[in-house]
């Protein structure tokens, strides 16, 4: 049975203030876009949503940001922007109807980005921000075959966002899937920047060659492979959507939790750096109910969040969670990575 793998690619940071970054982000965005192979009008396409998505920003928050990536999921090679602000929020279907503005505009933005979008969603709090996720997939699908492949692939939202100043993130992910089983690597090189990248790459490759060994004896794996270097954290967490089980193990200071419409469960990491320290190794498992959330993430990323402070959050898109979440708890620190995924089919 084929192996699908998919693995973090360097994201895009872009704060918007004012209207002169509006052009630097739909640059960085066609830019992106023409060196993974998307055609003139896909470029074009990409472009416009970049313009609306950062012009809305400016125009109704103030102020915001915008991360850019190139992001492969059900439907392929993806453009992804995630748009977040912390302005005064909307009422979301009113906005979405092309005509109302609340900036004396023509009021087409939200609506002209859902249509250029393969998907598209946003998620608003009066008075607390937004957050809308827009993935542009190379190449046309047809509405049956979005639906098979939706069906088929797990949804997933990945946020991997690199220490301000620095050219390289220290963290990584990777996912792989085959049939009923997903596996979700992250891994937090030591400090930041090129050597810590360096690490965490490791532990990716070091994934990539068995990844859907038991999760503790990935570990061991991983400590053998990165013997010798700067070292890194990592966790692994194995899902079989059939039994609804997830099976975890992690060294180091990678935070996991299976969060359910009603609670939250941490899942256990043990002390240690991999290539340098490993104290203990041991995985556990836990059950997947209902819509349960696989949160994963560094410690660049505050442990101190709970789904339930975002009325309706928990239903949306993985994506979405993912970005909510870095939004409001990501630190200014260190690199910050996070992996929201469904847990069942």
């Avoid at 975890?248 to 941490?266: P, Q, T």
């Amino acid at each position: 049975m084929t192996i699908r793998m998919l693995e973090s690619r360097p994201q895009s940071h872009v704060r918007v203030e004012e209207p002169s970054q509006v052009g630097e982000c739909r640059r960085i965005a066609q830019r992106m876009a023409e060196a993974h192979d998307f055609d003139v009008a896909e470029v074009g396409r990409i472009g416009i949503v970049a313009t609306e998505l950062a012009t809305n920003l400016v125009k109704h928050a103030g102020r915001g940001e915008v991360l850019i990536q190139a992001l492969d999921d059900e439907f392929g090679t993806n453009i992804e922007f995630v748009s977040m602000d912390r302005g005064p929020g909307m009422h979301v279907e009113a906005c979405m109807r092309d005509g109302h503005s609340t900036a004396g505009t023509a009021g087409t933005g939200l609506g002209a980005i859902s249509r250029l979008s393969t998907f598209f969603d946003v998620y608003s709090e009066i008075g607390r921000g937004t957050v809308a996720v827009s993935r542009i997939s190379r190449g046309s699908l047809s509405p049956d075959e979005r639906s098979r492949r939706r069906a088929a692939s797990m949804e997933f939202g990945a946020i991997c966002v690199a220490l301000a100043g620095e050219i390289e993130c220290g963290d990584t992910w990777s996912i792989a899937e085959r049939g009923g089983m997903v596996a979700i690597m992250m891994a937090d090189g030591l400090g930041h920047g090129s050597l810590a990248a360096a690490s965490s790459r490791g532990a990716a490759a070091a994934f990539a060659e068995r990844p859907f060994e038991q999760p503790c004896e990935a570990m061991q794996h991983f400590h053998a492979k990165l013997s010798g270097g700067r070292g890194s954290a990592a966790a692994v967490a194995l899902l079989d959507r059939e039994k609804s089980t997830v099976t975890y193990a992690g060294v180091g200071n990678i935070a996991g939790s299976v969060v359910s419409a009603d609670r939250s469960k941490g899942m256990v990491s043990h002390n240690g750096t991999l290539g340098v320290q490993l104290l203990r190794r041991q995985q556990f498992e836990y059950e997947l109910a209902g819509d349960s959330k696989i949160v994963m993430h560094s410690d660049g990323v505050s442990a101190r969040w709970s789904l339930n402070n975002y009325p309706g959050l928990f239903v949306r898109h993985s994506s979405i969670i993912a970005a909510v979440l870095y939004r409001d708890h990501a630190r200014a620190t260190d690199d910050a990575t996070i992996i929201v995924a469904r847990g069942r089919p």
